[in-house]
Nanobody
Framework: QVQLVESGGGLVQAGGSLRLSCAAV????????MGWFRQAPGKEREFVAA????????YYADSVKGRFTISRDNAKNTVYLQMNSLKPEDTAVYYC???????????????????WGQGTQVTVSS
């Protein structure tokens, strides 16, 4: 069982930066791949970024590549999403998710992520 709590969201102007954090409670955090997804009003939840259990592999949606960076600190049971050069279209609720350690499918889809946080709102003004 893993419980996830996101923080760090807020209101920022276009071009600004935010860093999201996702703190996990659970003994086996380091065995889980982790992902960030987002959902804007009236839209489906979409993949943003993911990181393997070791941090050795990272994955990004094309829309955020070069602007967002995912990282993790297994000693602190925390995964981060550094968001730079933010755009109004990045406005959404951002969710972190923990991926089943035994799931071998793609990181890019919600399938395979067993645990989800409650989400944190990110609003980018133009």
């Amino acid at each position: 069982q893993v419980q996830l709590v996101e923080s760090g969201g807020g209101l920022v102007q276009a071009g600004g930066s935010l860093r999201l954090s996702c703190a996990a409670v659970g003994r086996t955090f380091s065995s889980y791949g982790m992902g960030w997804f987002r959902q804007a009003p009236g839209k489906e939840r979409e993949f943003v970024a993911a990181i393997s259990w070791s941090g050795g592999s990272t994955y990004y949606a094309d829309s955020v590549k070069g602007r967002f960076t995912i990282s993790r600190d297994n000693a602190k049971n925390t995964v981060y999403l550094q968001m730079n050069s933010l755009k109004p279209e990045d406005t959404a609720v951002y969710y972190c998710a923990a991926r089943d350690p035994y799931y071998s499918g793609s990181y890019y889809y919600t399938r395979g992520y067993d645990y989800w946080g409650q989400g944190t709102q990110v609003t980018v003004s133009s």
